[in-house]
């Protein structure tokens, strides 16, 4: 499996551009802790890029993304990208055991959280964007309510991260690409490591 296939399975599958962009994002993040931990950086990013291709088949929590693992099996996803994805939600009982698992779960809502911060700025770009304005909104519960604040503290802390060092991490991967993502807003981009 090459991130070209699994493109084409979330192209398949996903018609909300908004829902893309997360899963792009998510890619994003995966692969900026790979880099980190010298990991496997091609895996992390297909499991990143894949985590939520079944959300608009199968919305609910009985079948996403349980029902959607069959695809990716009669797809060639390996083994071990399907399990991933299956611990990234907590009701499916697959406990995350691996690294790459954890990391998935630490990625997955913090990204939109990050974006809806990223898109009310005046910039509406990642590339200004810091962890203290994020941690501002943080603390409004109606700001990006359906961005699960006790799943974002959890995964952080099963992944072994600060928080907000972890918003930080993520906001800089995510910055890699803004333009792909509709992010960048109105400031040019910025060299990595702003």
Same mark, same amino acid.
């Given at each position: 499996?090459? %991130?070209? /296939?699994?493109?084409?399975?979330?192209?398949?599958?996903?018609?909300?551009?908004?829902?893309?962009? =997360?899963?792009? @994002?998510?890619?994003?993040?995966? $692969?900026?802790?790979? /880099?980190?931990?010298?990991?496997?950086?091609?895996?992390?990013?297909? +499991?990143?890029?894949?985590?939520?291709?079944?959300?608009?088949?199968?919305? +609910? !929590?009985?079948? =996403?993304? +349980?029902?959607?693992?069959?695809?990716?099996? /009669?797809? *060639?996803?390996?083994?071990?990208?399907? $399990?991933?994805?299956?611990?990234?939600?907590? &009701?499916?009982?697959?406990?995350?055991?691996?690294? !790459?698992?954890?990391?998935? &779960?630490?990625?997955?809502? #913090?990204?939109?959280?990050?974006?809806?911060?990223?898109? #009310?700025?005046?910039?509406? @770009?990642? &590339?200004?964007?810091?962890? @203290?304005?994020?941690?501002?909104?943080?603390?409004? %519960?109606?700001?990006?309510?359906?961005?699960?604040?006790?799943?974002?503290?959890? *995964?952080?802390?099963?992944?072994?991260?600060?928080?907000?060092?972890?918003?930080?991490?993520?906001?800089?991967? !995510?910055? $890699?690409?803004?333009?792909?993502? *509709?992010?960048?807003?109105?400031?040019?981009?910025?060299?990595? *490591?702003?």
């Amino acid at each position: 499996m090459n %991130r070209s /296939e699994a493109l084409s399975i979330v192209h398949e599958f996903v018609k909300n551009p908004n829902l893309v962009n =997360h899963m792009l @994002s998510v890619e994003a993040a995966m $692969r900026f802790y790979a /880099e980190r931990l010298g990991e496997d950086v091609e895996t992390w990013g297909l +499991t990143g890029l894949l985590h939520d291709f079944d959300w608009e088949i199968h919305p +609910t !929590m009985e079948e =996403h993304p +349980t029902a959607g693992a069959p695809i990716l099996r /009669e797809r *060639g996803v390996p083994e071990h990208i399907i $399990r991933a994805i299956l611990s990234h939600a907590d &009701y499916t009982g697959i406990t995350r055991e691996t690294v !790459m698992e954890k990391a998935l &779960y630490a990625c997955d809502e #913090v990204t939109g959280l990050i974006t809806a911060v990223a898109l #009310v700025r005046p910039s509406r @770009s990642l &590339y200004d964007l810091k962890a @203290s304005s994020v941690k501002k909104k943080w603390k409004d %519960r109606s700001f990006a309510a359906g961005a699960n604040r006790k799943e974002i503290e959890n *995964g952080a802390r099963e992944f072994g991260v600060d928080l907000w060092e972890h918003v930080d991490r993520v906001i800089l991967a !995510m910055r $890699r690409i803004a333009p792909e993502i *509709g992010l960048a807003g109105s400031i040019p981009p910025q060299p990595e *490591g702003r």
